[in-house]
């Protein structure tokens, strides 16, 4: 922004004296801050430690070397929480403000690490019988404590995923595109499912006041997962496609009505990708088997959902 | 030249948003920031991002289906050439529908409306020009620098921005390179000649008067610059991009031409870029630079590297860690004009988002672990380097 319109506003009475004092210095850049480049530094680090480690204690498994490493990486788990809990704020169903500004990266940085300890358990002594599955609920139980109790959305966020890969479902994009994701029979089932009970569990918290900043989170990876699910139902099967299409439907309503309640807008967008996805393929599989009337049917919705949109514009307003 | 926008409405909406972040650093009331919304009318049709990503997906969708339309209805008429023509005053009444109906009287600001039809009509005229002229690299890197840089410039288009810069150092390859070897054998410096001075010369647009509509525009070819100039440099690019396009072939124990100045400069851009950064204050060249050092280290990583991708991980995590606390506490108060402190909230770093890339990056995929820990370890996000927008 430039200098000289901060000053206008001053003139203008639009800001008070003092305020334009602490403006100015960031608007001219005499003051810089670096909050967000340590942050991604510190994000960055945090990345790499615990996947080095991860990989490190993986290989050297069976070695001399192991004791030394699995006991230096309890330390640092012990260190890590010792700090997170000597600065640890009480609980509360409220938004808690961390008590350092590097705070969440410590509980972060704790909980990727006692993860690695819990996977070199089980590797090394099969510590619970059936393998991953146990391991990946507990991971995900250990997950929520942590993010409810130092309020902690990446780990809450890492709690969803753990414990919707314990259903074997993955919401990493990385699957979305290869097609392990449609081949899983079972897969829009789950997922329907699994969304449903999120969805639902969120928003009695929401009603009870739980954490309630915690929702978007909830309901963001609920509606993904069902929304894939459903779509991936679509796209799978000719005898249920209608079933799926329908559950289809519901789900985009649901994101649509939650977007506008809510206002984000994200949802919006996935209402509208997912349901025209949906109702494009079917189409096509049906009625529009000619290029011309299909280039007709493209031009016609999309036109029209844009006119839509413009018409209704305050509909779709930010409050302010 | 100028823009398409109403200019009185674009310079309050750079007022707006810079008091909307005032208002939620907590340096103005909300009575404030509403009062300054009241002096400073504008209006644009600028709906949020989501709502912008909707339409966009929206109409160029609808545009593919009147182009597909057309071309069913003409596509048997004319020659290729004939075709072309009419691709080509087919994306320019696209373009004059963009600025004539939608920005000039339904007042349209980057409403994702407006991209999509920017990209549907730029699209069409440069395909449009490739049917009928003789589609030579030249004419064709032309094309693009012309009708993107005009797209930066009128309509202050990032993605524009961004193609008509990558073109404008395409063509100054291709000149090189058709210029013999000789010629070939410098290309790095020849880039970093034109590059340098470029940055210095965009550093005081950006600051010169009556350029601030553009101001996003000009940071992104701030950032594009200086990576130019450091990529022309850095030696994993030049002997990757030399062996590629100049089909140059490095045998066993020996090195690329001028190696050691290529050495020498992956170490010093950075840091020079560092220091400079520091000490002037850059926040755009401090960004850069940081992932420029993360760059050059991977850079001799990948020629001098003894194996043991994690111990360079966990090392290099617990440096970074360290490095970042160290440099939190000595900023916990203000000095030499820096600080720790958050003094505005930026957009991309809400708590939501942020959420999400860390599972994304992270927890991710838990499945794969069953094969194995390994994977999963190199997304770097790269951290939002214009930071601007």
Wanted: glycine share 10%; charged share 15%.
């Amino acid at each position: 922004m430039n200098p000289e319109k901060l000053k206008q506003l001053l003139d203008n009475g639009l800001i008070t004296a003092d305020q334009f004092a602490k403006i100015e210095p960031i608007v001219t850049g005499k003051i810089v801050s670096v909050y967000y480049e340590l942050r991604i530094v510190l994000y960055l680090g945090v990345t790499l430690l615990t996947t080095g480690l991860g990989i490190l204690i993986y290989e050297n498994i069976g070695d001399i070397g192991h004791i030394v490493s699995i006991a230096g990486l309890v330390v640092l788990t012990v260190a890590t929480f010792w700090y997170v809990f000597r600065y640890a704020v009480a609980y509360s169903d409220e938004r808690v403000k961390a008590p350092t500004p590097y705070y969440d990266y410590m509980v972060l940085l704790g909980s990727l690490l006692f993860i690695s300890v819990l996977t070199y358990l089980q590797v090394l002594y099969a510590l619970f019988d059936d393998g991953m599955g146990a391991t990946t609920l507990v991971t995900s139980a250990f997950f929520f404590y942590v993010a409810y109790r130092f309020d902690h959305l990446g780990v809450l966020s890492l709690a969803i995923t753990a414990l919707a890969s314990f259903f074997s479902i993955s919401i990493s994009p990385q699957k979305w595109y290869s097609s392990d994701f449609f081949e899983t029979a079972q897969l829009p089932i789950k997922s329907i499912v699994f969304g449903v009970v999120i969805i639902v569990a969120a928003l009695v918290m929401e009603r009870k006041k739980i954490k309630r900043h915690f929702t978007f989170t909830y309901v963001h990876f609920a509606t993904l997962i069902f929304l894939l699910g459903s779509l991936a139902g679509v796209f799978m099967d000719d005898d249920t496609t209608l079933i799926y299409l329908l559950a289809l439907y519901g789900g985009c309503g649901f994101a649509a009505y939650y977007g506008r309640e809510s206002r984000s807008f994200l949802f919006l967008l996935y209402a509208f990708a997912f349901g025209y996805t949906g109702t494009t393929y079917c189409l096509t599989d049906t009625v529009l088997v000619d290029i011309g009337p299909w280039f007709f049917y493209l031009l016609l919705s999309c036109g029209g959902f844009v006119l839509f949109i413009l018409r209704y514009r305050t509909f779709f307003k930010r409050s302010s | 030249m100028k823009h398409a926008y109403n200019n009185s409405w674009l310079e309050n909406l750079l007022v707006i948003k810079a008091a909307g972040a005032w208002k939620s650093g907590k340096l103005i009331s909300n009575d404030q920031f509403l009062h300054i919304g009241d002096e400073h009318k504008v209006g644009f049709y600028h709906p949020n991002l989501m709502i912008r990503l909707l339409l966009f997906l929206a109409s160029v969708i609808a545009l593919t289906g009147l182009s597909g339309l057309l071309a069913l209805v003409i596509g048997n008429m004319g020659d290729e050439e004939g075709i072309g023509v009419m691709m080509f005053f087919y994306g320019v009444a696209g373009l004059i529908f963009l600025d004539r109906q939608l920005i000039a009287r339904s007042h349209h600001y980057k409403s994702g409306v407006t991209e999509g039809l920017l990209y549907h009509s730029a699209l069409f005229m440069i395909l449009g020009v490739a049917l009928f002229s003789d589609a030579s690299t030249y004419t064709m890197t032309l094309v693009f620098l012309i009708v993107a840089g005009f797209s930066a410039a009128r309509y202050l288009d990032l993605i524009s921005s961004t193609v008509a810069f990558c073109s404008g150092c395409y063509l100054v390859f291709q000149i090189c390179y058709d210029a013999g070897p000789l010629v070939q054998s410098i290309i790095p410096f020849v880039f970093i000649a034109l590059f340098a001075p470029a940055y210095l010369g965009v550093r005081k647009l950006k600051k010169a008067n009556g350029t601030e509509a553009w101001g996003d525009c000009l940071v992104l070819v701030e950032v594009c610059c200086i990576i130019v100039v450091y990529a022309a440099g850095n030696y994993l690019v030049v002997r990757e991009l030399s062996t590629a396009m100049l089909g140059l072939y490095v045998e066993e124990g020996q090195d690329i031409p001028f190696a050691y100045v290529f050495y020498a400069l992956t170490v010093v851009v950075p840091v020079l870029g560092l220091a400079a950064a520091v000490k002037m204050k850059d926040v755009v060249l401090l960004r850069v630079s940081l992932l420029l050092v993360a760059f050059s280290v991977f850079t001799f990583k990948y020629y001098f590297s003894l194996g043991h991708h994690e111990i360079t991980f966990t090392a290099g995590g617990a440096i970074l860690i360290g490095s970042a606390l160290l440099i939190y506490r000595y900023l916990k108060k203000a000095r030499h004009g820096y600080t720790a402190e958050r003094v505005l909230e930026e957009k991309w770093a809400e708590a939501n988002p942020e959420a999400f890339v860390i599972s994304q990056t992270m927890g991710g995929n838990k499945l794969a672990a069953k094969d194995g820990l390994g994977g999963g370890g190199g997304e770097f996000g790269g951290g939002g380097s214009t930071g601007s927008y």
